[in-house]
């Protein structure tokens, strides 16, 4: 069982920044990915950006060059920073850990909103 809480959300303005923060407690496996997703009232669920625990990331296209994922393994904790903030952006985002590796497990923080205006 893996808990994940997310951190960092809240109201900025159009170019803007944000920095998201999401700790994982719980039986924590070494070699996973975690990532963060984000939904939008009234659209799907979304990929953003997701960090191997070897330090491999993979971005949405629209958010390259403005959105950077980092994690610390010794903290168990994933980190998403947020520049140059769009309305579009705006949604609630979801920390996500997934281990397939010696199993099949995956797990979701329970969001933590971000709104883009002016």
């Known amino acids: 069982q893996v808990q994940l809480v997310e951190s960092g959300g809240g109201l900025v303005q159009p170019g803007g920044s944000l920095r998201l923060s999401c700790a994982a407690s719980?039986?924590?496996?070494?070699?996973?990915?975690m990532g963060w997703y984000r939904q939008a009232p009234g659209k799907e669920r979304e990929f953003i950006a997701v960090?191997?625990?070897?330090?491999?990331?993979t971005y949405l296209e629209s958010v390259k060059g403005r959105f950077t994922i980092s994690r610390d393994n010794a903290k168990n904790t994933v980190q998403l920073q947020m520049n140059n903030l769009k309305p579009e952006d705006t949604a609630v985002y979801y920390c996500n850990y997934k281990r397939t590796l010696l199993g099949s497990y995956e797990y979701w923080g329970q969001g933590t909103r971000v709104t883009v205006s002016s």
């Open positions: 960090i191997t625990s070897g330090g491999t990331t």
């Open positions: 719980g039986s924590i496996f070494s070699i996973n990915t």
